[in-house]
């Protein structure tokens, strides 16, 4: 009997090989006129294109939504939108909730309840009436 | 409890009629007689009839019960002196001819309240006011023309404002020379040409006392008696027909030497016969504290310019230099948007990954971004939902 390969392909684990950011694109919005865009106008004068260098893998678009609260959206590769919206904020403030938008991998958020996450099986395998002690069979 | 002298007051005019103070329903309504039995409780003791003097009477079991008349003290001392003005304007109005031959202007207004008077029913017959439709067909009369003291189009150009400012303060100069009233200067709303450009020539060298008087320097000794001729006439008849003869025998060889190039052809049409900009700025250190001059100076410069002044603005000018700086800066351009200071950063423009948009950014953009659009369209326009 030959031995034979197994049958699979790679599962992707990002990180493990190369990392993909999940973050592919970032929109800013914010109003010329109103007074909850002053800091999200200042971040985008000033703070955008250091941002924007260091970040190249991401689109970054910049448009105007009239009368509206400014807001940042991210989208990302698992086909989830992320919007955070950043009212009378500092650019500072925006500057990290944009890097948190960045550094988000799309899911939803999850509570874990558990100390350890992994994506292994479990080594004892799964329950098996005929196997181990048959006290109670 | 008494009822209120002020309501008492607005009741009687109410309710004899004709011509009656006006009172609001409700107030009317609180000061209107009541019911007797209501009334009862709140009128003063004193009346024989109140209730509370039947009640006194029963139980004394006689009709004249000992101890005060009236328990409350009678009526209040404002009451009274109200009560008495009143009977004594009755006894006025009684007595002499001269009340009536007073009265007979008023009353022929209400004199239909006569016998003939019949109120209507219908609106037939009555008279009218204003217009049952297409009055805006109607021309208008001459005295419902309206013309503006201001300029129509507002100056905004540094040197027509500079110039409204120069000719301001010449004119202002000869108004304190000649000893007229100064505003009498906004009469005359645009001069001559001719006169225009001797006041455009004139210069001004601010005194160190501040003198209006002394701050003119003509162009020549011509120049100077033609203008003070023609502002003599300011503020009193209309002599325009002699300031043309004046100015244009005077301005012929001005006319042939002056450079042309600043005056346009058709210069009458624009403001300051097409001129561009003053030859000196030495109106500019003049001072406004006077309160009369200063007042005077803008009321013409709006006139000339079409800028209003609002109080704390007029306050805190002192000198004219303010006054053209406060007009130049409500000029200034509106705030640039942000999309075009971005699309205009340099830092921008190198970044592949960065994308500015003017416009608000719809899901439709987003189609005809992606090559959706064409398709959408063309299905919708098979479906028929769409043209």
């Given at each position: 009997?030959?031995?034979?390969?197994?049958?699979?392909?790679?599962?992707?684990?990002?990180?493990?090989?190369?990392?993909?950011?999940?973050?592919?694109?970032?929109?800013?919005?914010?109003?010329?006129?109103?007074?909850?865009?002053?800091?999200?106008?200042?971040?985008?004068?000033?703070?955008?294109?250091?941002?924007?260098?260091?970040?190249?893998?991401?689109?970054?678009?910049?448009?105007?939504?009239?009368?509206?609260?400014?807001?940042?959206?991210?989208?990302?590769?698992?086909?989830?939108?992320?919007?955070?919206?950043?009212?009378?904020?500092?650019?500072?403030?925006?500057?990290?909730?944009?890097?948190?938008?960045?550094?988000?991998?799309?899911?939803?958020?999850?509570?874990?309840?558990?100390?350890?996450?992994?994506?292994?099986?479990?080594?004892?395998?799964?329950?098996?009436?005929?196997?181990?002690?048959?006290?109670?069979? | 409890m008494r009822p209120s002298v002020r309501l008492l007051n607005?009741e009687?005019?109410?309710?004899?009629?004709?011509?009656?103070?006006?009172?609001?329903?409700?107030?009317?309504?609180e000061a209107?007689p009541r019911?007797?039995?209501?009334r009862q409780f709140l009128r003063n003791a004193s009346s024989?009839?109140s209730?509370t003097?039947?009640?006194?009477?029963?139980?004394?079991?006689?009709?004249?019960?000992?101890?005060?008349?009236d328990p409350y003290g009678g009526e209040g001392v404002i009451e009274r002196k109200f009560k008495?003005?009143?009977?004594?304007?009755?006894?006025?109005?009684?007595?002499?001819?001269?009340?009536?031959?007073?009265?007979?202007?008023?009353?022929?207004?209400?004199?239909?309240?006569?016998?003939?008077?019949?109120?209507?029913?219908?609106?037939?017959?009555?008279?009218?006011?204003?217009?049952?439709?297409?009055?805006?067909?109607?021309?208008?009369?001459?005295?419902?023309?309206?013309?503006?003291?201001?300029?129509?189009?507002?100056?905004?150009?540094?040197?027509?404002?500079?110039?409204?400012?120069?000719?301001?303060?010449?004119?202002?100069?000869?108004?304190?020379?000649?000893?007229?009233?100064?505003?009498?200067?906004?009469?005359?709303?645009?001069?001559?040409?001719?006169?225009?450009?001797?006041?455009?020539?004139?210069?001004?060298?601010?005194?160190?006392?501040?003198?209006?008087?002394?701050?003119?320097?003509?162009?020549?000794?011509?120049?100077?008696?033609?203008?003070?001729?023609?502002?003599?006439?300011?503020?009193?008849?209309?002599?325009?027909?002699?300031?043309?003869?004046?100015?244009?025998?005077?301005?012929?060889?001005?006319?042939?030497?002056?450079?042309?190039?600043?005056?346009?052809?058709?210069?009458?049409?624009?403001?300051?016969?097409?001129?561009?900009?003053?030859?000196?700025?030495?109106?500019?250190?003049?001072?406004?504290?006077?309160?009369?001059?200063?007042?005077?100076?803008?009321?013409?410069?709006?006139?000339?310019?079409?800028?209003?002044?609002?109080?704390?603005?007029?306050?805190?000018?002192?000198?004219?230099?303010?006054?053209?700086?406060?007009?130049?800066?409500?000029?200034?351009?509106?705030?640039?948007?942000?999309?075009?200071?971005?699309?205009?950063?340099?830092?921008?423009?190198?970044?592949?990954?960065?994308?500015?948009?003017?416009?608000?950014?719809?899901?439709?953009?987003?189609?005809?971004?992606?090559?959706?659009?064409?398709?959408?369209?063309?299905?919708?326009?098979?479906?028929?939902?769409?043209?």
């Amino acid at each position: 009997m030959t031995v034979q390969g197994i049958r699979t392909v790679t599962s992707a684990r990002n990180g493990v090989g190369a990392f993909i950011l999940q973050c592919k694109r970032l929109d800013f919005h914010y109003c010329d006129w109103a007074g909850s865009s002053r800091g999200m106008v200042s971040f985008l004068k000033h703070h955008l294109p250091s941002f924007a260098k260091a970040n190249p893998q991401i689109e970054i678009r910049v448009s105007p939504r009239p009368h509206k609260h400014p807001v940042i959206k991210g989208h990302y590769v698992n086909g989830r939108e992320k919007a955070i919206c950043v009212r009378n904020l500092e650019p500072e403030q925006i500057f990290n909730k944009a890097n948190l938008l960045k550094a988000a991998s799309g899911e939803k958020l999850k509570r874990t309840k558990k100390p350890i996450a992994s994506l292994n099986e479990s080594v004892r395998g799964i329950w098996d009436p005929y196997h181990g002690g048959f006290k109670s069979v | 409890m008494r009822p209120s002298v002020r309501l008492l007051n607005l009741e009687v005019p109410s309710i004899h009629g004709a011509r009656s103070l006006y009172v609001c329903s409700v107030c009317r309504h609180e000061a209107r007689p009541r019911p007797i039995v209501a009334r009862q409780f709140l009128r003063n003791a004193s009346s024989a009839n109140s209730l509370t003097e039947k009640v006194r009477r029963k139980i004394w079991g006689t009709d004249n019960p000992p101890g005060l008349k009236d328990p409350y003290g009678g009526e209040g001392v404002i009451e009274r002196k109200f009560k008495n003005k009143h009977a004594q304007t009755v006894v006025e109005e009684e007595t002499p001819e001269a009340s009536q031959a007073l009265d007979t202007a008023a009353s022929e207004d209400a004199a239909p309240a006569a016998d003939d008077y019949e109120p209507a029913t219908t609106w037939e017959g009555l008279d009218r006011v204003g217009h049952l439709g297409r009055w805006f067909d109607i021309a208008p009369a001459a005295t419902e023309v309206y013309e503006s003291f201001q300029v129509k189009k507002k100056i905004t150009k540094q040197g027509l404002l500079s110039l409204a400012a120069h000719q301001t303060v010449v004119e202002l100069c000869l108004m304190h020379k000649l000893g007229k009233p100064l505003t009498s200067i906004c009469e005359v709303v645009e001069h001559d040409q001719s006169v225009f450009k001797l006041i455009w020539k004139t210069k001004i060298v601010p005194a160190s006392n501040g003198q209006w008087t002394a701050a003119l320097e003509y162009p020549d000794k011509e120049a100077e008696e033609a203008l003070v001729y023609i502002f003599e006439q300011v503020g009193g008849q209309n002599v325009a027909p002699e300031i043309e003869e004046v100015t244009q025998d005077v301005d012929v060889e001005d006319a042939r030497s002056d450079t042309t190039d600043i005056v346009d052809m058709d210069g009458s049409k624009q403001p300051f016969f097409g001129y561009q900009r003053t030859r000196d700025n030495g109106f500019l250190s003049l001072s406004l504290d006077d309160p009369a001059t200063k007042f005077a100076f803008l009321k013409r410069f709006s006139q000339l310019t079409g800028h209003f002044f609002p109080d704390p603005a007029v306050h805190s000018i002192t000198t004219v230099q303010q006054v053209v700086d406060y007009v130049q800066n409500l000029a200034k351009p509106k705030p640039k948007k942000l999309a075009e200071y971005l699309a205009n950063n340099p830092r921008y423009q190198s970044m592949p990954n960065v994308k500015v948009f003017a416009k608000r950014q719809k899901r439709s953009d987003r189609d005809e971004e992606l090559g959706r659009k064409k398709l959408i369209e063309a299905e919708l326009r098979a479906r028929g939902l769409i043209e």
